[in-house]
């Protein structure tokens, strides 16, 4: 089965905040499941998001899904590293939500 590998870069809009910890470890690749590492970095506000999926095709709803999610939660400042297996949007939007709270020591 071949991966694929996207990137996308988010700019925070107005305040943000980061996680306070170096980094964050959420879920276990299963069936239909996903893994999510947050890692505090100094990026000038933005988030770097790395996808890998062996999902084809669904870049546009990798991209707003994490828009959502920068946004929603005024995160900046975190590399998000995701390793998929076949989630859905909502799981993968739960699943990052989890990862932050934990991330901020179980505090959203």
């Known amino acids: 089965m071949a991966l694929q590998e996207m990137n996308f ?7 943000y905040e980061s996680i306070p910890e170096e980094w964050s470890h959420t ?6 499941d996903l893994e999510i590492l947050l890692r505090h ?6 988030v770097e998001a790395k996808i890998v999926t ?3 095709g ?7 899904v994490l828009s959502k ?4 939660n005024k995160v900046g400042n975190v590399v998000i590293e995701i ?3 076949n989630s859905t949007p909502f799981i993968v939007s739960m699943r990052l939500k989890q990862a932050l709270a934990e991330a901020k020591g179980g505090i959203l």
């Not at 870069?9 to 305040?15: R, Y």
């Not at 970095?41 to 933005?46: A, F, R, W």
């Not at 669904?58 to 707003?64: L, M, P, Q, S």
């Not at 999610?69 to 929603?72: A, G, L, Q, Y």
């Open 41 to 46: 970095e100094d990026l000038g506000g933005k």
């Open 58 to 64: 669904f870049d546009d709803i990798w991209e707003k």
């Open 27 to 32: 879920g276990v690749v299963g069936s239909g």
């Open 83 to 85: 390793n998929d297996n």
């Open 9 to 15: 870069t988010f700019q925070a809009k107005g305040d």
């Open 54 to 56: 062996p999902v084809k």
């Open 69 to 72: 999610f920068v946004e929603s």
